[in-house]
């Protein structure tokens, strides 16, 4: 049986934040000088951007949170409106998990809606 | 000691990987990127596999995609019906061009200052990037989509490869086809390599090599199942290749004699390129991943390291990364 070649680590994947090409790298520092003054100018309006992003997402989740096991009406696309009980989200809010979705058709036990067809939800606190 | 070859998986793509190129040696190394279905090339670093960046704009799957030798311009050709120039430093869309149907094929000639593209509306166009407003010049002649359009012999002539069959060889001035190659079946895949103008082919099982000026046959090689890539080492003395079957052989290239063959892929190969040193070589598969693979297995190169017996049972190899029997993409 031979031994496998040892490796330092895998290959970094993709940052699922951003589109990479790091404006802090060496190659970039130095073939693009232009481009340097102006983002250390805009530093500031960068962080504060970041700031409200992160501010944004994490009351994105509390709601999510908030939402489990209620029931939930959801506005969808091509004027369907279902309500059911709230369940989870995946981690890429593709999908949400929900329990009792009363459709035209009936009650559907358990479902996933597809988190692209949903326009807006609402739910009593 | 005979050591059994790790490759690396570059994950981050969602669809398959349709073609990947190399960019040359630059002072900051060499870069690869990839076209993949998800229709978002990606940059990565050539001998680690690291992500630098996504090209975001394409709204289509990406057929094919190239660097010019620096590093510092991409190009990709897209189902979107265009094919789009980026700046390879910043990620920025520089330019976009289009065409009437999809794009299949794009490649930069050594200054950078041309590009030619290929695809389903069957005409070769050459657009001059330093005035790109300008009406791009056009060869017409294939019968069916181009695949593929490369820049050869210095740049005077252009090889392309089509559905029809054939693959011709034009002079970039006259626009007349020199010589026409005519196959049985379709072509898979085409590199050429500028030192010893050789021009490899694929099609069916087989890997056919080919001198770039005069297209004359030097040699062909069958494989076991359907090849859709193969590469010819800078060097000339292997050569890989992967199809149908999900695995890479490898082949002597002198004796053409199949040196080794390795699984790892979960879906059919695509395309398959040697690194500019020859140090490692890439694959792009059905399933979504690019693996690097060792020319040398168990050389000290980019994330491979060699390891000595002792040092595999010592206190000090932490710091090592042992994998196990099955890496997961």
Not at chain 1, 53 to 68: G, I, K, N
């Amino acid at each position: 049986m031979k031994t496998p070649v040892s490796v330092l680590r895998l290959p970094r994947g993709p940052d699922p934040n951003s589109r990479g090409f790091d404006p802090n790298s060496p190659r970039f520092l130095a073939l693009c000088p232009t481009t340097l003054s102006s983002s250390s100018s805009s530093g500031a309006v960068d962080e504060e951007e970041q700031r409200l992003r992160s501010d944004l997402r994490e009351r994105f989740l509390r709601t999510l949170l908030l939402m489990t096991d209620k029931q939930v009406e959801f506005n969808m696309h091509e004027k369907v409106r279902v309500r059911a009980r709230f369940g989870a989200s995946d981690i890429d809010v593709l999908n949400f998990q929900v329990s009792g979705l009363e459709t035209p058709l009936g009650v559907q036990k358990e479902a996933l809606l597809r988190c692209q067809d949903v326009i807006s939800c609402s739910f009593e606190l | 000691m005979a050591m059994r070859q790790t490759p690396l998986t570059c994950s981050g793509h969602t669809r398959p990987v349709v073609d990947l190129a190399f960019s040359g040696i630059t002072p900051y190394g060499y870069f690869l990127i990839s076209a993949c279905k998800d229709g978002k090339p990606m940059l990565r670093q050539g001998d680690t596999g690291d992500w630098i960046g996504t090209f975001l704009g394409h709204k289509g799957a990406v057929w094919g995609a190239t660097l010019n030798k620096e590093a510092t311009k991409a190009a990709t050709a897209a189902a979107d019906f265009t094919a789009k120039v980026w700046d390879a430093v910043t990620g920025d869309e520089v330019l976009t061009l289009a065409h009437k149907h999809i794009v299949k094929s794009v490649n930069f000639t050594q200054d950078s200052n041309f590009l030619l593209t290929g695809g389903n509306d069957k005409v070769l166009r050459i657009y001059d990037l330093i005035k790109p407003e300008a009406d791009p010049q056009e060869i017409a002649g294939h019968t069916s989509a181009i695949k593929k359009a490369l820049w050869c012999n210095n740049d005077q002539q252009i090889l392309s490869a089509a559905d029809d069959k054939t693959i011709r060889l034009w002079d970039k001035n006259t626009q007349e086809a020199v010589h026409t190659l005519s196959f049985d079946a379709s072509v898979t895949s085409m590199e050429y390599i500028p030192d010893g103008e050789i021009l490899v082919i694929t099609y069916g099982r087989t890997i056919a090599f080919y001198n770039a000026h005069s297209l004359d046959l030097i040699k062909t090689v069958d494989a076991p199942a359907s090849i859709h890539s193969a590469s010819l080492h800078p060097e000339k003395d292997f050569f890989v290749a992967g199809g149908d079957d999900f695995k890479l052989y490898k082949y002597d290239y002198t004796t053409k004699e199949e040196m080794e063959s390795y699984k790892g892929h979960f879906g059919p190969i695509h395309t398959v390129r040697f690194s500019p040193d020859g140090e490692l070589y890439a694959s792009g598969s059905e399933d979504g991943t690019l693996r690097l693979w060792q020319t040398a297995v168990g050389k000290t190169y980019g994330l491979w390291k060699c390891v000595l017996p002792e040092e595999l049972s010592s206190e000090n190899s932490e710091v090592l990364y042992c994998p196990p029997a099955e890496i997961k993409a």
